[in-house]
């Protein structure tokens, strides 16, 4: 499985823990915040809206906040902070490379939070563009199998502009480009088949495999970054066997 499909597989799995700890509710709330703000407060006309208020239902972000997010974006309610996305590359243990994306009101403190993070858990800094080549923009949708096979996903949205769709374990992973991600959605919707999450993130195009330590060694990289409050999103070009996970798991 490569880093992308795995993280998100893993992300899954966390959700309700980070939910606990509010951190996954900030997170989501923030995006509906920026998407309303960039392309408009009406969900039917701005897909990335849409896709950002779909994910924060499924992760149970109650109602009253998705509300009051949407204000806070669309200008009717004061108190939006002024969000700005930066992008951050760095290398993890093993010569993993990785793609932190930022939404944060206060540019130095996030780059000092994805510094320590990095520095503490046998990571490094890297020059802008020393990692990001590495990696495709691309749009993804995350689908529970219940029961369906692979051929039934793909029944749906070949036609759509689906490129691959990737057994996650508990899910699949459906691949497009990100012009043909509403496409996708919609096709998964007409078809009658519920979706996790959807949205366009960047993918690995060369992986680096890990042994059992090595794989500990990155997860806690990510784990470190994922509490960081300023940290939306974190991609890693690794691969892991299923055997090797299989232990991890188990421990």
């Given at each position: 499985m490569s880093g992308h499909s795995k993280w998100a597989t893993t992300k899954h799995k966390?959700?309700?823990?980070?939910?606990?700890?509010?951190?996954?509710?900030?997170r989501l709330i923030k995006n509906i915040e920026v998407a309303a703000r960039t392309g408009?407060?009406?969900?039917?006309?701005?897909?990335?809206?849409?896709?950002?208020?779909?994910?924060?239902?499924?992760?149970?972000?109650?109602?009253?906040?998705?509300?009051r997010a949407l204000k806070r974006g669309s200008g009717l309610e004061a108190g939006g902070a002024d969000w700005q996305t930066i992008m951050y590359e760095g290398y993890g243990p093993n010569g993993v490379a990785?793609?932190?994306e930022c939404l944060t009101d206060n540019r130095n403190r996030?780059?000092?939070?994805?510094?320590?993070?990095?520095?503490r858990n046998g990571g490094t800094f890297a020059d802008a563009g020393s990692v990001s080549y590495m990696f495709t923009r691309k749009g993804v949708v995350i689908v529970p199998k219940d029961g369906q096979t692979e051929d039934d996903i793909l029944m749906a949205v070949l036609d759509a502009g689906a490129e691959e769709c990737n057994d996650l374990g508990e899910s699949f992973e459906i691949v497009s480009e990100p012009g043909a991600l509403v496409a996708v959605?919609?096709?998964?919707?007409?078809?009658?088949?519920?979706?996790d999450s959807a949205e366009s993130t960047f993918v690995p195009s060369v992986n680096v495999p890990l042994d059992e330590d090595g794989a500990r060694k990155v997860f806690k990289l990510i784990d470190a970054l994922?509490?960081?409050?300023?940290?939306?999103?974190?991609?890693?070009?690794?691969?892991?066997?299923?055997e090797v996970m299989a232990k991890l798991d188990a421990e």
């Open positions: 966390k959700a309700a823990i980070d939910a606990k700890r509010g951190k996954l509710f900030a408009g407060g009406d969900p039917s006309g701005n897909p990335t809206l849409f896709d950002a208020i779909q994910k924060a239902k499924k992760n149970s972000v109650p109602n009253d906040n998705i509300d990785v793609l932190i996030a780059a000092t939070e994805v510094r320590t993070a990095l520095t959605r919609q096709a998964l919707q007409a078809a009658g088949i519920d979706y994922d509490d960081c409050d300023d940290i939306q999103n974190v991609v890693a070009n690794f691969d892991i066997s299923d």
